[in-house]
């Protein structure tokens, strides 16, 4: 399913079970939640960012296989090749 958000400022975008929110950089994450990335804004301009913060425990946002020490990954259920 495909879901729309009207972001004006910087956001967290974040996962609980098969749920996608984005909330205010300032809010405390819900409990069983996963941080998946910020949206950062300055001066009207947007970019991405890991979600990072002393709370947050996100993950990498994509890896390079060729770049991976072994040079390739084993593929894993809900994995994403882009």
Do not use: Y
Not at 4 to 14: A, Q, R, Y
Not at 30 to 58: C, I, M, Y
Not at 66 to 78: A, I, T, V, Y
């Amino acid at each position: 399913h495909t879901k729309t958000f009207t972001v004006l400022k910087s956001m967290l975008c974040v996962r609980r079970d098969t749920n996608v929110e984005m909330l205010s950089e300032r809010s405390s994450l819900p409990l069983g939640s996963d941080p998946l990335l910020r949206l950062v804004e300055k001066d009207g301009a947007f970019w991405f960012d890991n979600a990072t913060s002393p709370q947050s425990r996100s993950k990498k946002l994509w890896s390079v296989v060729r770049d991976m020490p072994s040079g390739g990954h084993r593929l894993s259920e809900n994995d994403v090749i882009k």
